[in-house]
């Protein structure tokens, strides 16, 4: 099993809708969350932090849920831009190393 | 301000050769971490240095892989001799806390795409 599990998509958006998805995790003394936006062919790039109830970054919004060992990512008003895969991550010690999940695919259409 | 630099972008080489990746992290960053990504499977840690010094080298395949960090700035990451199933996307980051850098951004470079054929 994996530590850290999406669904890889794609999720086709319409342009200015609202598409949220999950990813769960296993291993449950990782502290801190993070996603992370990858463009095709580019680095990951840091998207948002998710710390403990949740966070909220302008049209995003990051949930975690300890209990169940999951996160969420909401993006409203969806824009073409938007369009890249979103990778879960999950720090697993106190010197920064980081597990990530396969990602998910987000397609936003006109 | 310069983000993390790889070097080279691309590379192919046959099975058997040796390959030397080069990452630059952002000027005072401390901490340096090695990822690879293999086609189909997601990004995996390799190892991390603090300045100079190894502090995780668990996610190493096998001791062709030999990782240095000379004077705490650049890295190197040698395989020798390369396999098949070591081609993938080799990413490299930096962040600037060391011990209780929960808060501190990674920054990753563009990656260097390894084909061995």
């Given at each position: 099993r994996k530590e850290v599990e999406q669904d890889p998509g794609p999720f086709n958006v319409p342009e200015g809708a609202t598409v949220a998805f999950n990813c769960t995790y296993s291993n449950s003394a990782s502290q801190s969350f993070f996603w992370y936006r990858q463009d095709c062919?580019?680095?990951?790039?840091?998207?948002?932090?998710?710390?403990?109830?949740?966070?909220?970054d302008g049209r995003f919004t990051a949930q975690l849920n300890r209990a169940s060992q999951y996160i969420s990512l909401l993006i409203r008003d969806s824009k073409l831009?938007?369009?890249?895969?979103?990778?879960?991550?999950?720090?697993?010690?106190?010197w920064g190393k980081l597990q990530f999940g396969a990602g998910t695919q987000v397609v936003v259409t006109p | 301000e310069a983000g993390v630099t790889q070097f080279p972008s691309h590379s192919v080489i046959e099975k058997g050769q040796t390959v030397t990746?080069?990452?630059?992290?952002?000027?005072?960053?401390?901490?340096?971490y090695w990822y690879r990504r293999v086609m189909g499977k997601e990004i995996k840690f390799l190892l991390h240095f603090v300045k100079e010094s190894k502090q995780d080298e668990s996610g190493m395949p096998n001791n062709r892989f030999l990782a240095e960090r000379t004077g705490g700035t650049y890295s190197t990451l040698k395989v020798q001799?390369?396999?098949?199933?070591?081609?993938?996307?080799?990413?490299?980051?930096?962040?600037?806390?060391?011990?209780?850098?929960?808060?501190?951004?990674?920054?990753?470079?563009?990656?260097?795409?390894?084909?061995?054929?």
């Amino acid at each position: 099993r994996k530590e850290v599990e999406q669904d890889p998509g794609p999720f086709n958006v319409p342009e200015g809708a609202t598409v949220a998805f999950n990813c769960t995790y296993s291993n449950s003394a990782s502290q801190s969350f993070f996603w992370y936006r990858q463009d095709c062919r580019k680095e990951p790039k840091l998207l948002m932090s998710v710390y403990s109830s949740g966070n909220e970054d302008g049209r995003f919004t990051a949930q975690l849920n300890r209990a169940s060992q999951y996160i969420s990512l909401l993006i409203r008003d969806s824009k073409l831009s938007d369009s890249a895969t979103y990778l879960c991550v999950g720090e697993t010690d106190s010197w920064g190393k980081l597990q990530f999940g396969a990602g998910t695919q987000v397609v936003v259409t006109p | 301000e310069a983000g993390v630099t790889q070097f080279p972008s691309h590379s192919v080489i046959e099975k058997g050769q040796t390959v030397t990746l080069r990452c630059d992290p952002i000027s005072g960053h401390d901490n340096l971490y090695w990822y690879r990504r293999v086609m189909g499977k997601e990004i995996k840690f390799l190892l991390h240095f603090v300045k100079e010094s190894k502090q995780d080298e668990s996610g190493m395949p096998n001791n062709r892989f030999l990782a240095e960090r000379t004077g705490g700035t650049y890295s190197t990451l040698k395989v020798q001799p390369a396999e098949l199933e070591d081609s993938g996307v080799y990413f490299c980051a930096s962040s600037q806390e060391g011990r209780e850098s929960r808060n501190t951004e990674a920054f990753f470079g563009q990656g260097t795409r390894l084909t061995v054929v």
